[in-house]
């Protein structure tokens, strides 16, 4: 898969499968395929960035919007109120491993301390 061809893009394209939870013009939410918990939802915009910080120097709004469809899936299943993390892996020390960013949302059961 070249660098400019993400993972992620090819699912919005619908050429790789995915469980998808959501999607409008601007984000698809799909569950992540190796769950590190019974609520794991990649929730991802549709245009490439190569992580967060670029994303929130280009496009702020967005950010926003990733946030607000990761709590109203939470909403959706049931984890709003009992708790949910959101995580955004950036570049490799932190394990990013689809340069396309993508926010983790994580829930369904007490998740442990900061680093899980
Ligand atoms: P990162 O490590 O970049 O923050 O997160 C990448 C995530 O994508 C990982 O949690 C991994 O399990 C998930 N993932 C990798 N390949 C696929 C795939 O083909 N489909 C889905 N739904 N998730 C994937």
Redesign the pocket.
Known sequence: MSDMDS?FLR?IARE?P??VVHENDQVIA???????APT?V?VVPKKRYRNVAELAAADPGLLAELIAVAHNIAEREGIADSGYRL???TNSD??????HV?L?LLGGEPLGGLTG
Not at 30 to 36: F, L, M, T, V, W
Not at 94 to 99: D, K, L, N, V
């Open positions: 993972l699912i790789i995915a469980d799909i569950r992540d395929i190796n769950p590190q794991h990649l995580l955004f892996n932190a394990g990013q491993t689809i340069f993508h983790h």
